[in-house]
T-cell receptor, first 112, second 114 residues
């Protein structure tokens, strides 16, 4: 298995909702990442997990809460989002933080 | 921190032509340079990468060159096909002595006309 699987593919949520994005990989990669991508822009780093521990938080607002239950799973919990948070949320993994990434296809999030 | 400039922002070619995308970086300690291809509705896909101990790397129709002195690297696609149409991102990062997190260029939208 050489893929990063993200669910759901699309999500529409209201500003008072709580939802979660899920990411799964079975390549034995020990680093996992959440990125946010706006249209026609490069991905922007949000969080890095290395060996299941949060190693980088790029000053992301607390309405985004990451979780790494085990070495294969990564979640992003969403609460009280704003319309400007609408974007493509990408999960990625790599063998270690110094290697190239395998990205998932992303979750297209719309906040209404 | 690292700064990566990528040009052009849009590149339109005829099928069969070659395409070249260029990136420059600012941090002389950067030593790992991946290229990602992002098709519409998909996540970026790593297509080729180069480390600073080599000057060129090829994989079928794609090649990457690196000039460490000038701090620039380029992606070359030969015999372009419509399925090469996508947004391409270059990136630069260190593998030691600092943050490993890649800095991405702003992207190049490649359009291959049949």
């Amino acid at each position: 298995d050489t893929e990063v699987t993200q669910t759901p593919k699309h999500l529409v949520m209201g500003m008072t909702n709580k939802k979660s994005l899920k990411c799964e990989q079975h390549m034995g990669h020990r680093a996992m990442y959440w990125y946010k991508q706006k249209a026609k822009k490069p991905p922007e780093l949000m969080f890095v997990y290395s060996y299941e521990k949060l190693s980088i938080n790029e000053s992301v607002p607390s309405r985004f809460s990451p979780e790494c239950p085990n070495s294969s799973l990564l979640n992003l919990h969403l609460h009280a989002l704003q319309p400007e948070d609408s974007a493509l949320y990408l999960c990625a993994s790599s063998q270690d933080p110094r290697a190239g990434y395998t990205f998932g296809s992303g979750t297209r999030l719309t906040v209404v | 921190g690292e700064n990566v400039e990528q040009h052009p922002s849009t590149l339109s070619v005829q099928e069969g032509d070659s395409a070249v995308i260029k990136c420059t970086y600012s941090d002389s300690a950067s030593n790992y340079f991946p290229w990602y291809k992002q098709e519409l509705g998909k996540g970026p896909q790593l297509i080729i990468d180069i480390r600073s101990n080599v000057g060129e790397k090829k994989d079928q129709r794609i090649a990457v060159t690196l000039n460490k002195t000038a701090k620039h690297f380029s992606l070359h696609i030969t015999e372009t096909q419509p399925e090469d149409s996508a947004v391409y991102f270059c990136a630069a990062s260190r593998t030691s002595g600092g943050s490993y997190i890649p800095t991405f260029g702003r992207g190049t939208s490649l359009i291959v006309h049949p």
